[in-house]
């Protein structure tokens, strides 16, 4: 599925003693022979304010090399995302995770401009990729690596493609897929 054209993101979390899984930078690997990487988003998760607390994410702006607030997920416990922000744009959690029927190995979102894509589990039962409407591969998942390769197709919706990753490895992490 993935190609060698893909866009490749690393997932880094905190090391600090204290610090929630929710909070963890994304680093875009740029080339391959020397590896370098570029910090591109900022998660950070505070226990202020309702009582799961909220995720905040920041992303890179390549014109002034400058973190700016992109959005932000709410948190009614600290297991259960209820809403998240793409801007101003207020979308539930299970809007971002429907589920077709029980047995569903998928999990839809729809892009913002309602485009409908799913992500879906590997047949390895640990990573996850996602898909268009046409069955077009257009991001994977590698938990083992903590990589997502997003097809340069898809760039546009990058922001909602690393937040619905985030939120569907997080949510199958804890066994509720």
Known sequence: MATETDMVFRFVNSTGANADTRTFRVYQVIGTAAYEELELYKFSHSMTGPAGGTTTYQRKNMNSLIFETVG?????????????????????????RKVKNATSHSRRFKSGVG?????????????????????KYI???????????????????????????FLNVWFKRLGRW
């Open 115 to 135: 485009a409908g894509y799913k992500w879906k589990i590997s047949e390895n039962r640990t990573d996850l990729y996602c898909i268009d409407s046409q069955d």
């Open 139 to 165: 991001a994977s998942w590698s938990n083992h690596e903590r990589i997502l390769r997003v097809t340069p197709r898809a760039s546009a919706m990058l922001d909602r493609l690393v937040v619905t990753c």
């Open 72 to 96: 932000q997920i709410s948190w009614s416990s600290n297991t259960i995302a209820t809403a998240v922000y793409f801007g101003l744009e207020e979308v539930s959690v299970k809007d971002l």
